[in-house]
């Protein structure tokens, strides 16, 4: 079945830096890649998504990225914003099994102001 | 409106108590999942309803009991769990299965 690695485990940037979160997958059929932003005591929340037919997709000041040949995607933050502060998951939808969802392990941003 | 709404916030629950948990969702979704969170970890899938109908089930134990009664409600019945079934159940939908997942902010769930 599907595996995401995600990296780093916590990242910490000065306010107004970029971040930037990158994953792997191991299913090379996995066609869709959300990326999903977890507050606390909160449910996660999908910040951006992008399909396999695409390299690159961008919402204001958050951008991902996606290289099917080296199955690897990014989530890239930029001038960041102490409310950007959260637990950052990556997805991928595998095609194996019956179309499941499976998240990375999570990235913990700090944003200091 | 993209809210998924789950009652209750918390429950606290004996080992041999049976409750249930509830999420309802009126974007006119057609699949909807259960989701275990544990602390400082990444969701869990457990199980898929795509139009009210069991998609997925992860071979979660037999004390996990899902339904769906009509295509904006899912219950998830618990009873005779242990205490390290004490997490976060979140609740989410979509419209294609697998696909935009919307979550609702999730059931803390305590076995004592």
């Known amino acids: 079945g599907e595996n995401v690695e995600q990296h780093p485990s916590t990242l910490s940037v000065q306010e107004g830096d970029s971040a930037v979160i990158k994953c792997t997958y191991s299913d090379s059929a996995s066609n869709y890649f959300p990326w999903y932003k977890q507050e606390l005591g909160k449910g996660p929340q999908l910040i951006i998504d992008i399909r396999s037919n695409v390299g690159e997709k961008k919402d204001q000041r958050i951008a991902v990225t996606l290289n099917k040949t080296a199955k690897h995607f990014s989530l890239h933050i930029t001038e960041t914003q102490p409310e950007d502060s959260a637990v950052y998951f990556c997805a991928a939808r595998g095609a194996a099994g019956g179309f499941k969802t499976i998240f990375g392990a999570g990235t913990r941003l700090f944003v200091k102001a | 409106d993209t809210e998924v709404t789950q009652t209750p916030k918390h429950l606290v629950m004996g080992m041999t108590n049976k409750k249930s948990l509830k999420c309802e969702q009126h974007?006119?979704?057609?699949?909807m999942y259960w989701y275990k969170q544990k602390a400082k970890k990444p969701p869990e899938l457990m199980f898929v309803?795509?139009?009210?109908?069991?998609?997925i089930n992860e071979s979660v134990p037999s004390r996990f009991s899902p339904e769906c009664p009509n295509s904006s409600l899912l219950n998830l019945h618990l009873h005779a769990l242990q205490p390290e079934d004490s997490a976060l159940y979140l609740c989410a939908s979509s419209q294609e299965s697998g696909y935009e997942q919307y979550f609702g902010p999730g059931t803390r769930l305590t076995v004592t």
């Open positions: 974007m006119g979704h057609r699949a």
């Open positions: 309803y795509s139009y009210e109908k069991l998609s």
